[in-house]
């Protein structure tokens, strides 16, 4: 079983797909990209295959800068950031909940950065990661 919902190699996910796995969390998952554009120059997308256990990602970019990875679930989906120290530090002192700051301040710390998971299950998440793409698009 992989993290993301779709998990066979030779086919990576479509609208439709993804329509039907999301549910209603396509409409959060469609605000988010759009966010996305709007906020961020030169953003685009590519479906990657990391391996059985991870399944199918979508990349965020912007400008060869990884920005965001999506991973569609079964009605609900994870963002996962990598946060270098600088982020890190602008994370703390920016308006989020105690529960994503901990999650961050846990996460291991590696030459790349910290990566952590955010669900995105209602609009209160999109919030949440919209704050935390401001932190990545910003540093």
Do not use: Q
Not at 60 to 79: A, D, N, W
């Amino acid at each position: 079983m992989s993290l993301s919902a779709f998990d066979d190699k030779t086919s990576p996910p479509n609208e439709e797909m993804l329509s039907e796995f999301l549910s209603d969390s396509k409409i959060l998952w469609d605000l988010l990209l759009k966010h996305l554009g709007k906020t961020c120059k030169n953003t685009s997308t590519e479906w990657k295959y990391y391996s059985k256990s991870a399944g199918w990602t979508l990349v965020v970019s912007s400008e060869k800068r990884k920005i965001v990875y999506l991973i569609p679930l079964k009605e609900s989906f994870k963002t996962n950031f990598v946060f270098g120290e600088k982020a890190v530090a602008e994370a703390k002192c920016a308006d989020l909940p105690t529960s994503v700051l901990t999650l961050i301040l846990e996460s291991k710390p590696y030459m790349e950065g910290r990566s952590f998971m955010v669900d995105v299950k209602n609009i209160t998440d999109v919030e949440i990661v919209e704050k935390l793409l401001k932190i990545k698009i910003n540093i």
